[in-house]
């Protein structure tokens, strides 16, 4: 049997339809492409969060809280509610004993406290930027304060139960403050005029 010879209308329908195939073909094999690309980044994506680690550039984020083996906090990154930053630290009774953070100001300070959550210790910079090291008892009253006034001058302030004594740098000035009695000064290094 011999075969009819093609016609010029069964060639163009062939390569329509050859057309269409591989259109198709080329659909399918994007597709699937997407899709192995998917599955690929999803198990990387799972086996980096499954190790602990994601790595980035930047990270946006409210709070961020460090916790250890057993799931509890031991350190918080967070932000007051003026926006300031504030780091915490936290024992092993989840108490914060050390806190780190900018007043609004933007003069830092760093506290130090007692398993009551009271200040024991305070560094810091007052307005002038000026240092200072408040000590607090703990019935959180203020016991020492050593400070650099603003003539950069060393200045030391010690208070006790009996009153407080007052130690300055620039004059050579010692003041005495009894609870019960009269304030006495004395100077001390330099001559009085």
């Known amino acids: ?18 057309d269409q195939l591989l259109k198709a073909l080329r659909w399918s094999v994007l597709g699937a492409t997407i899709m192995a690309s998917a599955a690929i980044l999803t198990s990387l994506w799972h086996s980096s969060v499954s190790a602990g680690a994601v790595k980035t550039k930047t990270l946006s984020v409210e709070t961020i809280a ?3 083996d057993t799931g509890k906090i031991v350190a918080l990154i967070s932000s007051t509610s003026e926006g300031t ?7 092993g009774r989840e108490k914060v004993r050390l806190s780190i953070g900018l007043r609004q100001d933007g003069a830092p300070s ?3 406290l007692d398993t009551e959550q009271g200040s ?3 560094l ?23 400070a650099v006034d603003t003539a950069s001058s060393g200045h030391m302030v010690l208070y006790g139960t009996g009153g407080g004594l007052n130690l300055s740098a620039s004059d050579g000035r010692v003041q005495w403050n009894p609870v019960n009695g009269a304030a006495q000064n004395f100077q001390t290094g330099r001559e009085s005029k």
């Open 120 to 122: 024991r210790a305070v």
């Open 1 to 18: 049997m011999l075969k009819a010879e093609p016609t010029l209308e069964n060639l163009a329908s062939h390569i329509q339809r050859q």
């Open 85 to 91: 930053p504030h780091i915490s630290l936290f024992d």
């Open 110 to 112: 760093v506290s130090l």
């Open 66 to 68: 460090l916790r250890n």
């Open 124 to 146: 810091s910079l007052n307005d002038h930027q000026d240092a200072s090291l408040t000590m607090f008892n703990a019935g959180k009253l203020p016991r020492a304060t050593l």
